[in-house]
């Protein structure tokens, strides 16, 4: 049988569901390659949740170390970040 409905998608055969593998689990975070608006390479770590979250409340922000900018992220960016969550 297929789990490819996202919240039930929990590889317990890896012991991942301990803390219960639906709301507040951190198991299911993704790093994301992403470019500052100088250029500099970073990588954030989410998990769809908190990106939804922060997305939803406008907090939604990325800090480049390099050059410590703070910038948000275009609708094509958000596109993308959710292309790779429903991979997941
Ligand atoms: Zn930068």
Redesign the pocket.
């Known amino acids: 049988m297929l789990a490819l409905a996202g919240e039930t998608a929990c590889p317990t055969s890896l012991g991942y569901d301990q803390n219960g593998c639906r709301e507040g689990s951190m198991s299911d975070r993704i790093d994301f390659e992403i470019v500052?608006p100088?250029n500099?390479n970073q990588t954030v770590t989410y998990s769809q949740e908190e990106f939804e979250a922060e997305l939803k409340t406008g907090v939604l922000t990325f800090h480049?170390n390099?050059?410590d900018?703070d910038w948000s992220p275009s609708g094509e960016q958000i596109a993308q970040f959710r292309k790779q969550f429903s991979k997941e």
């Open positions: 500052c100088n500099h480049c390099t050059c900018t």
